[in-house]
């Protein structure tokens, strides 16, 4: 299954569905703020903390632009998650850069 890709202004859609926001930057970048009720786990630490991850709710992934989101909606997707979401544009369109 593929994951869906959703603008990132349209995040509350996933927490009003009891779903998880993802934020897939590393820990320099999510100094500088997130999504309100985003969790914190880096691209590279996915794979290994994927169990942490409740499977029955929607996922949306965030990253700086999209394409490191998009990676880790790709590894959620092929990995059984039902109802992944990449969300588009990332904190720089969240920011409006």
Do not use: W
Not at 6 to 11: K, R
Not at 17 to 46: C, F, K, W, Y
Not at 58 to 81: I, K, T
């Amino acid at each position: 299954m593929s994951p869906k890709s959703l603008p990132v202004n349209d995040y509350e859609i996933i927490l009003r569905e009891g779903g998880t926001i993802i934020d897939v930057r590393e820990s320099d970048e999510i100094a500088t703020g997130t999504l309100p009720g985003a969790v914190h786990i880096p691209l590279g630490q996915i794979p290994s903390r994927a169990s942490e991850i409740d499977r029955s709710r929607p996922v949306a992934l965030l990253c700086r632009s999209g394409a490191r989101s998009g990676q880790a909606a790709v590894y959620l997707a092929q990995s059984g998650f039902d109802e992944v979401i990449n969300l588009d544009g990332g904190m720089l369109a969240f920011r409006g850069n």
